[in-house]
């Protein structure tokens, strides 16, 4: 055992450190579902073993199972160490080859003069400076009542790029609706889908009453992407890199979740990892990660100005609506039924659109503890009134390689869920 530990340990390391530029081949990995020994002593060993053997974990911090990709020869070695195990996938390349080809932006004149983004851009997944183009592009199509922001800079330099928008009020003069997208680097979905929501209120403002009165009770400030670095690995490297790309001095691993990285609640334990190979590292002090300072910064400043009214972090998978708290299971906010008031009206409104269900509950005792988590931090320190989490589709079928065929139906569900937010909140 101890030899394998070792070994285990060094495939760790070698997984999570900076490669080559050769992209990562999915080709022949299974996706597996495998259920853990019930808890003891020995249990967060066998996560451990687990995820050295994995090429990653997908679901990091689940107590009961973990959904984990796993080259062909490491199969046998890592269901070994689990009670049971289910196949998801029989080639995780297949998958992601139904993700498609990243398509360009396609343009429409009908919104006015600039060049405006049509809906067949959620039809596609795209590049990363694409994306950039395309809010470029929706804003200027609306110059009277939006503006690019931006909130600091990723590890790699690279800006956190978001779009401000507002109504007749005048830019500032609301309460903030606060989202933030591709938080996880393999989130495509939420990429898109924080753009819908964007692309919606802006190009129909003018022709839909229900959508104006919507733009005109708030100041929506959106960034899709708020890890620039990780996405733009996803895309050149490994598809299912989770973290930013900040390095540590102490070890060859590389990352820091940026969703464990928010100081309140950061210096507890068992939410997230000490170890830099973990999906899950938090980083070495509260908030090191430079990601992290620039969305802390939009949070103080909206909170000091008109205040936060909605925060929603948008994330896939497993179809959930959770709110605080993450980091401990026993202790309740307490708003707590409002919480949960507006939440059934959101998963009411999901399921209104297309069926798909979705589980509601406060974070830790509904999914899995998180600690440094950014709904706790912007609940208790940016004082928002409500602070969810939204896990989008699916439940583990194709994971974070949601087809492109899905990319519709999911936005379209989502922002229904939105509108439902927005008329509860």
């Known amino acids: 055992m101890k030899c394998l530990l070792i070994l285990t340990s060094v495939a760790l390391s070698l997984a999570a450190t900076i490669p080559t530029s050769t992209k990562v081949d999915y080709s022949g990995f299974k996706a597996l579902r495998v259920t853990l020994p019930k808890a003891n002593k020995s249990t967060r060993n066998i996560e451990a073993e687990i995820e050295a053997l994995a090429a990653h974990v997908l679901n990091p911090g689940v107590t009961e199972h973990l959904d984990v990709v796993v080259a062909p020869d490491q199969v046998d070695a890592l269901t070994a160490l689990v009670t049971e195990s289910k ?124 959508v104006k009165a919507l733009v005109d009770n708030y100041d929506y400030y959106i960034i899709p992407i708020v890890n620039p670095d990780g996405f733009a690995y996803t895309q050149s490297n490994d598809r299912l890199w989770r973290k930013n790309r900040q390095t540590v001095s102490s070890s060859t691993c590389v990352g820091r979740d940026i969703n464990r990285n928010w100081p309140f609640k950061w210096e507890l334990t068992n939410g997230a990892s000490t170890n830099p190979c973990r999906e899950t590292y938090k980083g070495q002090v509260a908030g090191d990660s430079p990601e992290n300072l620039g969305l802390r910064t939009q949070v103080n400043t909206l909170r000091d100005g008109k205040g936060i009214r909605l925060y929603l972090d948008i994330h896939s998978y497993g179809q959930y609506i959770l709110w605080p708290f993450g980091y401990d299971c026993n202790v309740v906010v307490d708003t707590d039924a409002a919480y949960r008031s507006v939440g059934a009206k959101v998963q009411s409104a999901i399921r209104a659109v297309s069926g798909t269900a979705y589980t509601i509950g406060p974070s830790c005792s509904t999914l899995y503890a998180t600690t440094g988590a950014s709904v706790d931090h912007i609940d208790q320190v940016g004082n928002a009134s409500y602070a969810y989490t939204w896990e989008l589709r699916d439940t583990g079928t194709n994971g974070f390689t949601l087809p492109a065929s899905q990319i519709s139906p999911t936005v379209k569900e989502t922002w229904a869920g939105l509108v439902s937010a927005l008329t509860s909140v």
Do not use: C
Not at 120 to 126: D, E, I, L, V
Not at 137 to 162: C, H, M, W
Not at 170 to 194: D, F, N, Q
């Open 87 to 210: 196949v998801l996938s029989e080639d995780v390349g297949a998958l992601l080859a139904q993700e498609g080809e990243l398509a360009p932006v396609e343009r429409t004149y009908d919104f006015g003069i600039q060049a405006v983004p049509s809906e067949t851009w959620f039809t596609a997944y795209h590049s990363y400076a694409d994306h950039l183009t395309f809010l470029n592009d929706l804003q200027a199509g609306f110059t009277n009542q939006s503006e690019i922001i931006t909130t600091g800079t990723s590890v790699q330099g690279r800006t956190l790029t978001g779009i401000h928008i507002w109504g007749n009020g005048g830019k500032g003069s609301k309460p903030a609706i606060l989202i933030h997208g591709t938080v996880h680097a393999r989130e495509w979905i939420t990429t898109m889908t924080t753009e819908y929501f964007a692309w919606q209120l802006l190009t129909k403002y003018a022709s839909d009453s229900s």
